[in-house]
């Protein structure tokens, strides 16, 4: 049970936002009455990460041949899928959705496995280019003006590509959308919603300088630190997607869009769903249609 939670409130079924709080506390009730599952899934992920985090262990001690770069490169098919997994479950968590923890991660790991796969290794690409690139360019820069333009070009494209992934396995666990879609629509998206773009930005900032500031004491808190990142970029984000990505969709088809009552109350005292089992019936499955459907 969490600690902000009433499941004693008088009323017909479940609100939408029983306690209509702003965003931040909002989010802190969702991560506090999901502490435990959060926990949990962090343990899951790292897990999925093992050959990963093996990988860079070799490299470190290999110091750093040309060998242990293109299989970290490769191991992007392993962390894409995972970041998927894990995403999967934290959008279900910050839109107050059930979860079954195990189940939803693999599930996602599988199912977005194409696209998780070749996503992970373009980032493990970038992140190799980039360690190389900035590095030689600055150095380059203090006797050389004219590569200050490559090394501010860098930069620059650094804080797109972090910036994008805010909304890249997102988009990628919630539509249909093609890897190149899901792109074009992060940057999009980055762009458009750049007060999210920039608060996601400092919190994270923040959260990794004070982890590296306090490191070794900090270390426990590697299995709490991504799963509250990764909730804060579910419980931001989100929205943003169903607004100017799935919702225009439906909007055009001139059907309803699935779980919108999840996230967007338009009366504070409807209920989700009244139990009245004696009026029920059973529904036909929806035929399934390509394009950019929740999932």
Request: glycine content about 4%; proline content about 5%.
């Amino acid at each position: 049970m969490g600690l902000f939670s009433n499941y004693e409130k008088v009323g017909r079924g479940i609100s939408k936002d029983p306690d209509n709080k702003i965003a931040l506390f909002r989010f802190l009730d969702i991560y506090v009455s999901h502490f435990s599952k959060l926990v949990i899934l962090n343990f899951i992920f790292l897990i999925a990460l093992v050959p990963f985090f093996a990988l860079m262990l070799a490299e470190y001690l290999g110091a750093g041949n040309i060998a242990a770069y293109v299989v970290f490169v490769a191991m992007g098919v392993i962390s894409g899928p995972a970041i998927c997994g894990f995403m999967k479950v934290l959008r279900n968590i910050s839109c107050r959705r059930p979860v079954f923890i195990w189940s939803d991660f693999w599930r996602a790991f599988r199912s977005n496995f194409k696209q998780g796969a070749i996503m992970g290794v373009l980032d493990m690409f970038v992140i190799v280019a980039m360690s190389f690139a900035i590095p030689m360019y600055y150095s380059m820069s203090q006797t050389q003006s004219f590569f200050t333009v490559p090394f501010i070009i860098c930069l620059v494209t650094c804080f797109l590509f972090v910036s994008m992934h805010f909304y890249i396995y997102l988009m990628m666990v919630s539509t249909t959308l093609s890897l190149w879609q899901i792109l074009k629509n992060s940057l999009y998206l980055t762009a458009i919603e750049i007060k999210t773009t920039v608060v996601n930005l400092i919190v994270t900032v923040v959260v990794i300088i004070a982890f590296l500031l306090l490191f070794p004491y900090s270390s426990f808190l590697i299995i709490l630190i991504p799963s509250f990142l990764g909730l804060l970029y579910a419980f931001n984000c989100f929205p943003a997607i169903r607004k100017h990505i799935i919702k225009p969709y439906y909007d055009a088809r001139g059907e309803e869009m699935p779980d919108l009552s999840y996230t967007q109350p338009t009366d504070e005292n409807e209920a989700v769903f009244v139990d009245t089992p004696e009026t029920e019936v059973p529904q036909e499955a929806p035929k399934k249609k390509k394009g950019k459907r929740i999932r």
